[in-house]
């Protein structure tokens, strides 16, 4: 083994896919992009980070509320666009041609584009790390798009999209036997 710069360690622990979040403040909607959000139980609770640096807090800390979109590989760039620009001084759903669909339960649109939309509300903030608490009211799935790999943010300004799923479920299932 060769020794690692600790500052790169993360590169290897990056969590979760980049999703696209979307908020509405009142007047218009916003999406930006996170490749840090992680799972925070077994249903439908997650945790993000972003901070008063980004468009979309105020709204978020406003409305308590958003949707978080979950694009697919071949939506790889687009997202990583959105991330590039603010919402303060563009209209990032004409930008980059995407369809806001009104939500069921949030104020804050699904993205039509997007295999997964999660509707959710957030229940907690912790400002000393920038983490948003959120808790999904409401889920939606697109099973019919034909690119279904998610993609992931390397943390270093490359990504890699989901390969070849692997399933273990009957072993994660079945009881090992004891000593193992």
Known sequence: MEKLPLEKAFLFIEPGPVVLI????????NIMTVSWTMVKDFDASFIFLTGAWNYSYK???????CVVAVPTADLAKKAVCIGSCSGADTDKFEKFKLAPIKA???????IQECYVNIEC??????KKYNLFVLQGVEAWI???????????AVGDGTFRADGK????????EAKLPSGV
């Open 142 to 152: 697109d099973d019919k798009r034909k690119e279904k790999r998610l993609f992931h």
């Open 59 to 65: 709204a978020l800390t406003k409305t308590k509320e």
């Open 104 to 110: 069921a339960q949030v104020c804050a649109p699904l």
């Open 165 to 172: 799923k692997l399933n273990y479920r009957k072993i994660m």
């Open 121 to 126: 509300k957030v229940t907690d903030c912790v």
């Open 22 to 29: 979307t908020t509405f403040d009142g007047k218009k909607n």
